[in-house]
């Protein structure tokens, strides 16, 4: 398995502001992966980060709103623009260390809310 | 591309009874299904997991069947104890891309 952190653990924001969502993992992994979790939803895929070029985005997602880094093999972040209510969720990054093997381990997770 | 259901939504069990959550996959092509639980303000954990090949895995208190031809897999969790009480999300591989599919989730709650 492997060990992540994410920050900040939780955070309030104004509509129209942007938020920077940071994911560090203890050792180096191929594949990382960004997910939304809406209120009392379960987990919606939004990006597979890819180190060295850009992010892979789901249908419905688009980079504009959700742009990805991944400048290593160790961290990634996520920004959430333009921030609106509908915005408010868990935002969680996944590993699958072994790479192209599925098994994958999730972050503690970042609560965001937007008023 | 891959569809998972997963019932029932919610669960609740007495104490030292078993617990099964189904799923059903859309995607013959599936060959991995793990199953996560998330407690209150934590990230989803990785409790066990299965790949095509095998008919059924066990750890302890929880296993996990798999029916390839029905397209169906449950998790089985005997002697439920309070702490078991949690969210638990079911998950498929889609083929292309390295990505699961997960399930709407299920709340179980124990009780003492």
């Known amino acids: 398995s492997a060990v992540i952190s994410q920050k900040p653990s939780r955070d309030i924001c104004q509509r129209g502001t942007s938020l920077t969502i940071q994911c560090q993992v203890d050792?180096?992994?191929?594949?990382m992966f960004w997910y939304r979790q809406q209120p009392g939803q379960s987990l919606t895929l939004i990006a597979t980060?890819?180190?060295?070029?850009?992010?892979?985005?789901e249908s419905g997602f688009v980079i504009d709103k959700f742009p990805i880094s991944r400048p290593n093999l160790t961290f990634s972040t996520l920004t959430v623009s333009n921030l609106s209510p509908e915005d408010s969720s868990i935002y969680l990054c996944?590993?699958?260390?072994?790479?192209?093997?599925?098994?994958?381990?999730f972050g503690p997770g970042t609560r965001l809310t937007v008023t | 591309g891959e569809n998972v259901e997963q019932h029932p939504s919610t669960l609740s069990v007495q104490e030292g009874d078993s617990a099964v959550i189904k799923c059903t996959y859309s995607?013959?092509?599936?060959?991995?299904f793990p199953w996560y639980k998330q407690e209150l303000g934590k990230g989803p954990q990785l409790i066990i997991d299965?790949?095509?090949?095998?008919g059924e895995k066990k750890d302890q208190r929880i296993a996990v069947t798999l029916n390839k031809t029905a397209k169906h897999f449950s998790l089985h969790i005997t002697e439920t104890q309070p702490e078991d009480s949690a969210v638990y999300f079911c998950?498929?591989?889609?083929?292309?891309?390295?990505?699961?599919?997960f399930g709407a989730g299920t709340i179980l709650r124990v009780k003492s």
């Open positions: 299965i790949r095509s090949n095998v």
């Open positions: 980060a890819n180190q060295g070029s850009e992010a892979t985005y």
């Open positions: 995607d013959s092509a599936s060959n991995y």
């Open positions: 998950a498929a591989s889609e083929e292309y891309g390295n990505k699961l599919v």
């Open positions: 996944s590993v699958d260390p072994q790479g192209l093997d599925y098994e994958q381990y």
């Open positions: 050792s180096q992994v191929t594949m």
